[in-house]
């Protein structure tokens, strides 16, 4: 018997697919995946082939919307960015290049700043400023101040938590599904290890929807990136009127359209500066690209 479901986690391998008639399948893949250079990943939607007495087969996976390498995890329908507004301090760029990284394969991102139970108000007002293009959150883990917020969000999509190591990411996912009992510690103590503590990706079904935590805060594409591309990474330029150049990069050209943004506050004078940075590396890229 034929069944469509959702792979939640790989063990060795096996997989476990929950079904849509709402049962847990332990599968292993059919043998010419391999052949055919695919991997069945976290995420995938797959057709499973019921047989006898509880064994099931992972015939097909269905087209993916899109796909995360680090960690590898498919048809991921939005990023929560986790930033801390205390220790670790906020990592403003790589901030904005985990935004750039889930936009550019339709991922949406949603910048998370945690731990407001131990910041002052300047963080909460930069991160509210610098992000007002973007539906934010700002949550505590601890007090739980915000989760209701955040429950909300992660309602019926698949939701990947990304963000540099003890900003809290599993404190989180802890304080929505208390029965997950994921580990959390300290920034000091996990370096010192050397290791993170979240170890291999699995889905957790919550409001209708699928959580993951992720290991890291990994994910880049350092390849290349077309301006326009980039442009399209930046809601705030959306409002922008238009640049006398095709391919202008908003930064020394002459009647730009995103530049008036700055007075207007269309973009915060901090954003555009590591706009700035970011595309001035991905024009680098390009030029190696064509030498
Ligand atoms: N004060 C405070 N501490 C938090 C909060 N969230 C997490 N922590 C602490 O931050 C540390 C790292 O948390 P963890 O969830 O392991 O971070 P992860 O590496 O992103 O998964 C732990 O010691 C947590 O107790 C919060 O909202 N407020
Ligand atoms: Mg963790
Ligand atoms: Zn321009």
Redesign the pocket.
Known sequence: MKEQGLLMKGVGSFYEVLTESGRLATCKARGSFRREGMVPTVGDRVVIDIKEQGYAQLDEILPRKNLLVRPPVANVDQLLI?I?A?VPEPDWLLLDRLIIAAKRIGIEPVPVL?????SNDEIQKVFTEDYHAFRILT?????GEGLAGLKQCLSGKITCFA??????????L?ALIPELH??????SR?TERGR???RHAELWPFENGMVL?TPGFSMFETDCLEQDALNACYPEFQNAGPCRFPGCMHITEPDCGVKPLLETGGITKARYERYCQIALEYKTRRKHRYD
Request: hydrophobic fraction near 25%; charged fraction near 25%; proline fraction near 0%.
């Open positions: 986790v801390s205390s945690n731990k407001i139970d131990t949550v505590s883990a601890k007090t963000g540099q190591s003890a900003v809290g990411k599993s404190s989180l802890n994921l580990e959390t510690g300290e920034l996990k993170h503590t979240t935590d």
